[in-house]
């Protein structure tokens, strides 16, 4: 059985995903909801006016004509202004992609060219794209989108062609107004009803030749905007994965994407390979190749799924405690004299006569066993072990060793996340005292447990949480920022069946599967 450390964010998973590629477990598993997706991607197009100032910048091409000139056709269109855009996203479990729909109204400007008289003209367009992505050709953490197929759907809203009175300003305007005057003047009551239905008219002209024009060139231009647009979003958000994030000033944490995300229609799914650099060492996370799933999401927006071998390893390096030795005096430890008469009584009975128990004791503690972190549904335990060393007076004034003993701890673990750093405090639960070597004979090193607790409590406590304060670093993948999160803690086991939309990651049927998880709420940066 596997057991995950997860932290999970504003949206859900369904279950387990399929995965691809290597049939192991990564260090760090990822899946981000459709909610969590359409806001990165929403906001990444529409910052700054990104998805505007590219629409504006576009050029469209004059269609000429072929042969002889025609009676009607336009020049120099361009967009003037972008009017609210939108955009959607939808995942296709089935295909295994995404289609980015953006809907926006466009304001364009052409000049109307009919015979040897032109006129400008203001267009109002409503449109709707919808661009189908893929990831593909993954190499080295990184991976491409590949462009499957762009639609472009316009209508037009309304065509304003202004009618102008100087000949030179608007000759077209000009000549319609004289062709037209002696044909409808009779039926028309007012200038003001002739000038509506001189526009009409115009309006009536123009639009044939203007659908036909933006038929042309609209889709074309407008999804090489998009596509521009959706390989940025891409970039940043693989920008988001592929992080080098420090562990205090001599270690750096290298999170890099291990093989092509996964599209379902429930979540985009991600798997995370970790390096760590340290010491001119080089760790690699363990993976394996046992099959592990992502945790359930509920109604959350990110899941972090981190394997309980990862943790070890980043309990490895960040617990380094240098052996601590000290006399045993109440400035240094509080209960120093009671732990002296506790020694005092357990040597009593030895015939001992370098123990001089009356005199301060020489102490030394030295953590001898890598920490260890067990997951369960309703605790989280460290077992480290350490030696205890103590050393008298003798009354020749030599130091000399009297036993050595082992305390195998178990330590209770509270896990919280701060600033994107995965913290554990700790606080010692129970120990067990074993005799490892006695210069004194056999001794019952058990009736010291209350006083070696304490001690333990004072002298090695402290310099554990200090070094788990430094956190674990986790990548802000979409720029979520986790802050002040409310953390739960459960254990589901799953038995790996296919899911109806969703199915396994790499998982056996019937393979159980024991999952714990910590809820957080996340904040965007």
């Not at 979540?267 to 992502?294: D, F, Q, Y």
């Not at 260890?372 to 077992?383: A, G, M, Q």
């Not at 010692?428 to 447990?449: A, H, M, Q």
């Not at 402290?462 to 990548?475: F, K």
């Amino acid at each position: 059985m596997w057991r995950f450390l997860g932290l999970v964010v504003f949206c859900s998973l369904a279950g387990p995903l399929q995965g691809q590629g290597e049939k192991s477990s990564p260090a760090i598993l990822c899946a981000v909801s459709p909610t969590a997706i359409l806001k990165f991607v929403s906001t990444f197009c529409l910052r700054n006016g990104l998805l505007q100032s590219h629409m504006l910048a576009l050029q469209f091409p004059d269609i000429q004509p072929k042969g002889k000139q025609p009676e009607h056709w336009i020049k120099d269109l361009h967009i003037v202004k972008v009017f609210a855009p939108s955009v959607t996203v939808e995942l296709q479990g089935k295909t295994a992609d995404a289609i980015v729909c953006v809907q926006v109204r466009l304001h364009l400007s052409a000049t109307f060219f009919s015979g040897k008289h032109h006129e400008s003209i203001d267009i109002i367009v409503d449109v709707d794209i919808k661009s189908r992505n893929k990831p593909v050709d993954f190499f080295m953490g990184t991976f491409s989108l590949k462009y499957e197929s762009c639609n472009v759907e316009f209508k037009i809203a309304k065509i304003v062609c202004p009618v102008k009175s100087s000949a030179t300003e608007g000759q077209f305007g000009l000549a319609f107004h004289k062709a037209l005057n002696a044909l409808v003047l009779l039926y028309l009551p007012s200038n003001e009803d002739f000038a509506s239905f001189q526009r009409l008219l115009l309006v009536n002209q123009v639009r044939p030749v203007v659908a036909e024009v933006l038929t042309t060139t609209f889709p074309k231009a407008l999804c090489r905007v998009v596509e521009l647009v959706i390989r940025l979003v891409s970039i940043d958000f693989q920008y988001t994965a592929n992080v080098l994030l420090s562990i205090g000033s001599t270690t750096t944490v290298h999170y890099r994407i291990g093989i092509l995300p996964l599209i379902t229609s429930s979540a985009v799914a991600l798997e995370l390979k970790v390096l760590i650099r340290t010491g001119g060492r080089i760790i690699t996370v363990p993976i394996s190749s046992a099959p592990v799933p992502v945790p359930v999401l509920r109604t959350h927006a990110l899941c972090l799924g981190i394997t309980q071998a990862s943790l070890h390893v980043f309990l490895s390096i960040l617990v380094r405690i240098q052996p601590q030795e000290f006399i045993c005096t109440p400035e240094v430890f509080s209960g120093a004299v009671e732990l002296t008469d506790a020694i005092a009584v357990l040597l009593s009975n030895q015939k001992c006569p370098k123990c001089a128990t009356k005199s301060p004791l020489k102490i030394t503690i030295t953590v001898v066993s890598v920490p260890v972190i067990t997951l369960e549904p309703k605790r989280t335990i460290i077992d480290i072990s350490v030696e205890i060393g103590i050393f008298a007076k003798g009354p020749s004034g030599a130091i000399s060793g009297l036993f050595v003993m082992r305390a195998n701890l178990k330590l209770s673990v509270q896990i919280s996340v701060h600033d994107c750093k995965l913290i554990l405090s700790t606080q010692l639960t129970s120990l067990e005292l074993i005799l490892v070597s006695s210069e004194v004979g056999p001794i019952d090193v058990s009736v010291l447990g209350k006083a070696i607790r304490a001690l333990l409590v004072e002298t090695l406590m402290p310099r554990v949480n200090d070094c788990l304060s430094v956190g674990v670093p986790l990548p802000s993948l979409l720029h979520l920022k986790m802050a002040y999160p409310a953390i739960e803690v459960s254990q589901t086991v799953q038995s790996g069946r296919e899911e109806t939309d969703v199915g396994p990651m790499g998982l056996g049927r019937d393979a159980p599967m024991v999952l714990v998880a910590l809820v957080v709420q996340l904040q965007v940066l």
